[in-house]
């Protein structure tokens, strides 16, 4: 069973910056894919960003130029680095990743942007 723990959510203020990170119990060197989603109570969880691991990336619209994320395949960490931080970012972010073409999730890190 492959292990995610997501670490770094909190408080921040409008406009700050946050990083989350992710660590996995497994290389990620092999992963298929790494990436962040997020979900706010009451509403749908929804894709964040992800990377491949030959380092290809995508990001949700609502994220393009304010986040952005790595992966080093040495620590075997996934990172999140947010900023220009919104409210409506407040969720919580949970780190994905795929072995063997199966899902793994970690438990997820609460980050609140307050106003």
């Known amino acids: 069973q492959v292990q995610l723990v997501e670490s770094g959510g909190g408080l921040v203020q409008a406009g700050g910056s946050l990083r989350l990170s992710c660590g996995a119990s497994e290389s990620i060197f092999s992963g298929n894919v790494m990436a962040w989603h997020r979900q706010a109570p009451g509403k749908t969880r929804e894709l964040v960003a992800s990377?491949?691991?030959?380092?290809?990336?995508f990001y949700a619209e609502f994220v393009k130029g304010r986040f952005a994320i790595t992966r080093d395949n040495v620590k075997n960490t996934v990172y999140l680095q947010m900023n220009s931080l919104k409210p409506e970012d407040t969720a919580v972010y949970l780190c994905?990743?795929?072995?063997?073409?199966?899902?793994?999730w970690g438990q997820g890190t609460q980050v609140t942007v307050s106003s």
């Open positions: 994905y990743g795929n072995w063997d073409w199966r899902d793994y």
């Open positions: 990377i491949t691991s030959d380092g290809r990336t």
